[in-house]
Nanobody, 120 residues
Framework: VNFVESGGGLVQPGGSLRLCCTT?????????MSWVRQPQGKEPEWLSS????????FYADVAKGRFTISRDNAKNTLYLDMNGLKPEDTALYHC??????????????WGQGTQVTVSP
């Protein structure tokens, strides 16, 4: 199992980014997928999950109205569109297999993540 996150960077407050996560080693098209972030020195924070066919989406309160999760099963790829970014969104962003209740139960290795830094 492998996750490769990309799309992060340095952005000003109010800016936007699109994160991508390409996956391999498991059947992406039948899996719930999530985005999780980890600010430096803090515990991971679940942000959003999506069902296998995109029919169900879930968001943490910090993500509602600003972040949109999506997926392309043909490409085994998960996306996170982020708008209205705030300094407190600064973190290392990861994708994970599973939903908000199960992502931490898989023994999948963490990807390298993609760093998002929101600063003037």
């Amino acid at each position: 199992v492998n996750f490769v996150e990309s799309g992060g960077g340095l952005v000003q407050p109010g800016g936007s980014l699109r994160l991508c996560c390409t996956t391999s080693g498991f059947t992406f098209g039948v899996s719930y997928m999530s985005w999780v972030r980890q600010p430096q020195g803090k515990e991971p924070e679940w942000l959003s999950s999506m069902g296998p066919n995109g029919e169900r989406t879930f968001y943490a309160d910090v993500a509602k109205g600003r972040f949109t999760i999506s997926r392309d099963n043909a490409k085994n790829t998960l996306y996170l569109d982020m708008n209205g970014l705030k300094p407190e969104d600064t973190a290392l962003y990861h994708c994970k297999r599973g939903d908000q209740r199960t992502y931490f139960l898989y023994s999948d290795p963490w990807g390298q993540g993609t760093q998002v830094t929101v600063s003037p």
